[in-house]
């Protein structure tokens, strides 16, 4: 069975969805890049093994992701999973997880990447956003589409509406994603 990394900063709803969910593969490990986020809880409460970090404690990113490969390598992890990190991830994980980093993004990409995707969409007055899942480059939000959806915006909606109506179609959408990918890979395997 395949062993995935979620990665993520904050809640950890996405990262609650996926635990939920029915797919192919074992949630083994959370990484965290915000000690005590309430994504722990979630990763406790699910007897998953979290790795916590707190990113100015390294001299540099090479450092704190030499030290999240060796839990990765550690658990034999096969994906990493992106649920809500907020660091764009770098050449040491890229190039030992090469095609195998997926990411969540609140927006139609290349539309509003970054920081507040959700609020960028808003502030544009755009009649319809959405979510995208990607696979990792070095860029932010850049990489390969897996998938997309369109949210529409009512002109009566506020952002907070906006962003529920994203956060419930990210919940279904991703974990359905992350199905489609570990099938086509355990396809190309057979």
């Given at each position: 069975m395949m062993k995935i990394a979620v990665f993520a900063s904050g809640n950890g709803s996405n990262f609650q969805s996926l635990v939920e969910a029915n797919i192919d593969a074992s949630i083994d490990l959370l990484v965290c890049d915000k000690p005590?986020?309430?994504?722990?809880?979630?990763a406790e409460k699910n007897g998953i093994d979290i790795f916590s970090f707190?990113?100015?404690?390294?001299?540099?990113k090479a450092d704190f992701e030499e030290k999240i490969l060796a839990e990765l390598r550690q658990r034999n992890i096969d994906l990493l999973v992106l649920a809500g990190y907020m660091r764009l991830v770098g050449p040491t994980l890229l190039s030992e997880f090469e095609g195998k980093i997926i990411n969540i993004h609140p927006s139609?990409?290349?539309?509003f990447p970054g920081l507040?995707?959700?609020?960028?969409?808003f502030d544009a007055n755009v009649k319809v956003s959405g979510v995208t899942i990607h696979f990792v480059?070095?860029?932010m939000d850049t990489g390969p589409?897996?998938?997309?959806?369109?949210?529409?915006i009512e002109e009566k909606d506020t952002k907070e509406d906006v962003q529920r109506k994203i956060q419930a179609l990210e919940h279904d959408l991703y974990p359905k994603t992350i199905q489609h990918v570990i099938s086509q890979w355990q396809r190309s395997v057979n």
């Amino acid at each position: 069975m395949m062993k995935i990394a979620v990665f993520a900063s904050g809640n950890g709803s996405n990262f609650q969805s996926l635990v939920e969910a029915n797919i192919d593969a074992s949630i083994d490990l959370l990484v965290c890049d915000k000690p005590g986020a309430y994504v722990e809880q979630r990763a406790e409460k699910n007897g998953i093994d979290i790795f916590s970090f707190s990113a100015k404690k390294f001299p540099s990113k090479a450092d704190f992701e030499e030290k999240i490969l060796a839990e990765l390598r550690q658990r034999n992890i096969d994906l990493l999973v992106l649920a809500g990190y907020m660091r764009l991830v770098g050449p040491t994980l890229l190039s030992e997880f090469e095609g195998k980093i997926i990411n969540i993004h609140p927006s139609l990409l290349p539309s509003f990447p970054g920081l507040d995707a959700i609020g960028q969409a808003f502030d544009a007055n755009v009649k319809v956003s959405g979510v995208t899942i990607h696979f990792v480059d070095a860029g932010m939000d850049t990489g390969p589409i897996i998938a997309q959806e369109p949210v529409k915006i009512e002109e009566k909606d506020t952002k907070e509406d906006v962003q529920r109506k994203i956060q419930a179609l990210e919940h279904d959408l991703y974990p359905k994603t992350i199905q489609h990918v570990i099938s086509q890979w355990q396809r190309s395997v057979n």
